[in-house]
């Protein structure tokens, strides 16, 4: 008899599918995100003037509260797959749908703050111009993927919990486990120049 015999029969059973593809999509992701930021850094550390003359400093204050708030909005996501594997439909619901209201006001005020940005100076201006607003854009459209993925999912949690659903709740905390690491590493590197 093997020792795995021993053991209950959740803790035997591999992970889902899913769960593997999505910590395969964090790894290469990861890889995107180290990429734009070693970008920046070299260019930073190649311009004798970081950000160029006619564009100011980016402020810190915002972004950082902001990149606070996504980071945050990782407790309700959790929670809600915690909820999902003890079987409580509706705590698992309204916590994807707190989660999801947070996640949806930073990235409309994020918008509004790119959009400004856009108004200040242009990617196509200089080298911080356009790996600032690549950097941002990568950013937020990873935002944007973990909200289609909480509509997808409170849509399919309307007609009950599965096995299927609780998988995907635990895979889209993992997302945004990893959005919210990345906005960490983006923010700071935005803002690095004020600091």
């Known amino acids: 008899m093997s020792a795995s015999a021993n053991l209950p029969a959740a803790l035997r059973r591999s992970p889902p599918r899913g769960w593997w593809g999505a910590l395969l999509l964090v790894a290469t992701e990861t890889m995107l995100f180290a990429g ?3 970008t920046y850094l070299y260019l930073e550390f190649s311009s004798k003037r970081w950000p160029p003359l006619g564009v100011e400093k980016p402020s810190v204050a915002l972004p950082l509260i902001l990149t606070g708030v996504l980071v945050l909005t990782a407790v309700p996501v959790f929670r809600a797959a915690g909820a999902g594997l003890r079987g409580r439909l509706g705590e698992a619901t309204g916590m994807l749908a707190l989660a999801f209201a947070l996640q949806a006001g930073y990235l409309a005020v994020q918008i509004i703050l790119y959009r400004s940005d856009l108004h200040k100076f242009s990617p196509k201006g200089s080298a911080y111009g356009s790996i600032y607003f690549t950097m941002l854009a990568v950013d937020h459209a990873h935002v944007i993927v973990g909200l289609l993925l909480d509509l997808g999912l409170l849509y399919r949690l309307r007609h009950g919990l599965s096995r299927y659903r609780v998988n995907a709740l635990r895979v889209v905390a993992l ?7 990345a906005s960490i590493a983006v923010v700071f590197t935005q803002v690095s120049p004020s600091l």
């Open 36 to 38: 734009l930021i070693a």
């Open 175 to 181: 997302y945004w486990a990893f959005v919210g690491l």
